[in-house]
């Protein structure tokens, strides 16, 4: 993000998971394990497996989230009955070490200082451009979710992962590598795959809580945001805009969906959803199949970010000059 805040933190040392392993497997520890706001299948899934790692050794763990008390309805499933996910002040902070997963900021963990969760501060996280803000950092790019470098922290810790841990980080491969679709997809994300599968994890199960039962409205509002689709640049960019207007005529209100649909579209190399968020404010949505463009480069010209393939940003543009903006940006990147 191009954007400094107040409580950037200087970057700390980056490390491998064997000196992670080492710093969590310290006997008598307490931690917050926390992960960024408006959670996804990876940021929830990893934070849930780890703190269940982490109670298998015996520490205290507290989880904790920035619109906690709890988690959005399409991931609190995966908490178990009496395992919570905090929100607000954590009052024995001073006791309590952070570990922070898939947040690519501090500011996207929280909006105050993240050492009010616990200090040192442990970052796990594959976004390449987080700028190593804990002070213990295990950074990698070229993993395809951090529920896959979850999984190697637990190798070095040396822990079984049996299928309370396993179902959390498959949520989070599953869907931070599109179903094992993106480019990111390595051999390391089809081994722990593998390795969830044994521990138990039932993947058509797992398939069918995620991508199926869909409300009737969220289709229609799908149905409605590509009806409305259009080409820029040959179709090499497809985007679709959605206002107030069709959410309410809808009766939907999930368009995550949308943008994979566009991406799909015979030749399209770039999909951009521009979804009204208030009155003059649009929140975009980007992805890239293929190598030719780097969307996050594109989010970053607004102040957003995210990976080569999946980005976005808020805007208070027009939704016109938001498509333009995106068109001479894939233009200058050689379209």
Wanted: net charge negative; aromatic share 4%.
């Amino acid at each position: 993000m191009s954007h400094a805040h107040h409580h950037d933190r200087p970057p700390g040392e980056r490390v491998g998971a064997d000196r992670v392993a080492a710093e969590l497997a310290v006997p008598g520890r307490k931690f917050t394990v926390s992960t960024h706001r408006k959670p996804d299948g990876d940021a929830a899934g990893s934070m849930i497996g780890l703190s269940r790692i982490l109670r298998g050794l015996g520490h205290d763990v507290v989880m904790w989230h920035v619109e906690g008390p709890g988690l959005p309805d399409h991931l609190a499933w995966l908490l178990e009955p009496g395992e919570e996910v905090l929100g607000g002040e954590v009052p024995d902070h001073g006791d309590r070490v952070l570990v922070a997963v898939d947040s690519a900021t501090s500011h996207r963990l929280t909006d105050g200082d993240p050492c009010d969760l616990g200090t040192p501060i442990v970052n796990i996280d594959h976004h390449h451009d987080n700028p190593a803000w804990g002070d213990l950092n295990l950074i990698d790019g070229g993993a395809s979710s951090t529920a896959e470098l979850v999984v190697r922290v637990a190798d070095a810790l040396d822990v079984d992962i049996d299928e309370s841990v396993a179902l959390p980080l498959y949520v989070g491969l599953v869907t931070d590598t599109g179903r094992f679709s993106y480019s990111s997809t390595g051999p390391e994300a089809h081994v722990a795959a593998a390795r969830f599968v044994e521990a138990g994890v039932d993947p058509g199960s797992v398939y069918r809580r995620l991508y199926e039962g869909t409300p009737l409205g969220d289709l229609k509002l799908m149905g409605r945001a590509v009806a409305s689709a259009r080409p820029e640049l040959g179709g090499r960019l497809v985007v679709t805009v959605i206002d107030e207007r069709d959410v309410r005529e809808s009766g939907g209100s999930d368009s995550d969906g949308v943008v994979e649909a566009l991406r799909s579209a015979a030749g399209a190399e770039v999909a951009a959803v521009i979804r009204e968020a208030a009155p003059g404010e649009w929140r975009v949505s980007t992805r890239a199949s293929g190598e030719a463009f780097d969307v996050s480069a594109i989010a970053a010209l607004e102040g957003g970010g995210g990976h080569r393939a999946a980005a976005g940003f808020t805007s208070h543009r027009d939704p016109e000059d938001i498509i333009a903006l995106i068109r001479d940006a894939m233009v200058a990147q050689g379209a």
